[in-house]
């Protein structure tokens, strides 16, 4: 991974994380404002703010003036993923008491609130047009990833769930966010609505395909690969993955059966080989790979299109295979 190489873009936004984050600590009522420095203290792999310093400095534009844009993405995240937890009722949020548990259920719905408002407030420091053109790219984001949270949340009692579905929701929940990561970034260097829609398809892309490489992992990582999640999380939990998905779609009656009864059994390391075999014997581990092959390619077609200087296309190119753990 390039990491390395972005760390002057990693810094300038840490640095200005820490600023807004001092700035909030004499704002009364605490309880508002604690939960918002916890959990931007927890750290994260910012993944999004650089997305968008590193789209405005593909244009050749000081990345500088996309802080303000980045620090709205991140706080939007980080807001996601306090109400997340309290959906999901998490108790461990990047390894840390999740906001709710720290504090309680209502300060992690108002603190989160707050912290929602925030992150569109922010972008009024632009001026009135970038502004109107930022905000509206950011509340589009917003209203689907508020979308893709509820189907998700619909898929945990609908038995009629098609991968086609499931792609929707994880584009929605998860990758749009990338893409409008990047698409704010280049808005805020004056990148034209044709490179715009470039960058915003490649993070896009990229979001579903490292969510299908997640899926992947889950059931298939190697306990020494430093994935850092429990492997089959997702099928002691009945969740439905790419693999649950496309298991169902190619299985013949009597594989169905053994799905469902495998779904009906508490949590087992049995359950666990059972299902992977089952996987595996359906050729879903594969398919799950090659989806995401297919996804990463159009994300890469995406960023051929663009134009912008060539070595940074490269290098952001690079920097998202490593992301996924491959080499072009
Ligand atoms: C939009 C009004 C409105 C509400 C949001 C709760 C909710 C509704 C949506 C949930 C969105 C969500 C939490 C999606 C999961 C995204 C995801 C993959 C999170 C993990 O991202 P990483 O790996 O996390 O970048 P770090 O910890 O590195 O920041």
Redesign the pocket.
Known sequence: MLVEQYAAFTDLFQRHLNAYCEALAPKLPTELYEPESYILSLG??R?RPLLALLACDLFDAPSENALNAALSVELF?NF??I??DI?DQAPLR?GKDTVHVKWNQNIGILSGDAM?VKSIQILESYDEGLYKRLSSTFMAT?IE??EG?QLDMNFETRNDVSVADYLEMIAK??AVLLGCSLQMGAQVAGANLHQQEHLYRFGKHLGIAFQLLDDYLDAFAEQSSGFGKQIGGDILANKKTFLTLKSIELADNNQKQIIGDLFAQAANPTKITEMLNLYQSLGVDQLCKQAANEHTSIAIEALGNLDANEQKKNNLMQFALGLLGRQK
């Open positions: 994260g792999k993944v995240h996601s993923l109400h997340d959906l990047r929602l917003a990833v508020c949270q929940k998860t």
